[in-house]
T-cell receptor
C-alpha cells in the first residue's frame, strides 16, 4: 500500500485565481493520477502523471487549465487555473504501486466564489 | 473499452443482517476488479481486489466479494452489517489488456445500516 497526503485539505478561492494542490507519497511510485469528484458522486479522471513524461489528459481536460508537475517519484502538483464556480469540487490524487489497485489521498475540497 | 455498473444508488439494511452491494463490469480482455469505500469527507479506501485465482476474495473490515465470469459480476458482501459500514461504495475495473493502469469507476452505492 501507500500513504498519501494532500495539501491543502480545503480552500475557498475567488474566481479568476489559481490554486496549486500538492500530493506527497510515502514511497516511490511511477503511476500517479488526478481525479475530480463532486460530493456523493463518482470520480472523473483528469490526467495521468508519470514521472519522466508529460501528463496525459482525459477528454475535456486541458493542460492550460490543469497544469501538472511531477518532479520526482514521490511528489506531484495539480494547478486549477483561472477558476470559476464550476471548478468547485473535491480533487484527489492517487497512486498505483501494485498490479492495478490505486491508493488515494484524502482529497482537497475546493470552493470557488 | 472498460466500464462498470452499480445498479443500486442506495442499499438499506438493518444492523446484523447481510449486506450485498452489486457490481457488473464490461471489458475486452480479462478484468481486474476492485472495491473502494468512502466515508464522509474522506478519500477512497481500498477494500479488496480480484486479479486472478479464487473467485471469492476477502478484504478489509470483514468484506468479501465474489467474481462471477459468466454473469460478469463482482458483488461485495458482508455477512453481518454494522452501523459503521454506512458509507459510499465504489466498484472499479481495469482491463488487463490495457497498459495505462486507468480504472473505471461505477457511480457508487450509498449504504445505510440502521441500528
Amino acid at each position: 500500500s501507500a500513504v498519501i497526503s494532500q495539501k491543502p485539505s480545503r480552500d475557498i478561492c475567488q474566481r479568476g485565481t489559481s490554486l496549486t494542490i500538492q500530493c506527497q507519497v510515502d514511497s516511490q511510485v511511477t503511476m500517479m493520477f488526478w481525479y475530480r469528484q463532486q460530493p456523493g458522486q463518482s470520480l472523473t479522471l483528469i490526467a495521468t502523471a508519470n514521472q519522466g513524461s508529460e501528463a496525459t489528459y482525459e477528454s475535456g481536460f486541458v493542460i492550460d487549465k490543469f497544469p501538472i508537475s511531477r518532479p520526482n517519484l514521490t511528489f506531484s502538483t495539480l494547478t486549477v487555473s483561472n477558476m470559476s464556480p464550476e471548478d468547485s469540487s473535491i480533487y484527489l490524487c492517487s497512486v498505483s504501486p501494485g498490479v492495478g489497485e490505486q491508493y488515494f489521498g484524502p482529497g482537497t475540497r475546493l470552493t470557488v466564489t | 473499452a472498460q466500464s462498470v455498473a452499480q445498479p443500486e444508488d442506495q442499499v438499506n439494511v438493518a444492523e446484523g443482517n447481510p449486506l450485498t452491494v452489486k457490481c457488473t463490469y464490461s471489458v475486452s480482455g480479462n478484468p481486474y476488479l476492485f472495491w473502494y469505500v468512502q466515508y464522509p469527507n474522506r478519500g477512497l479506501q481500498f477494500l479488496l481486489k480480484y486479479i486472478t485465482g479464487d473467485n471469492l476474495v476477502k478484504g478489509s473490515y470483514g468484506f468479501e466479494a465474489e467474481f462471477n465470469k459468466s454473469q460478469t459480476s463482482f458483488h461485495l458482501k458482508k455477512p453481518s452489517a454494522l452501523v459503521s459500514d454506512s458509507a459510499l461504495y465504489f466498484c472499479a475495473v481495469r482491463d488487463d489488456s490495457s497498459n495505462d493502469y486507468k480504472l473505471s469507476f461505477g457511480a457508487g452505492t450509498t449504504v445505510t445500516v440502521r441500528a
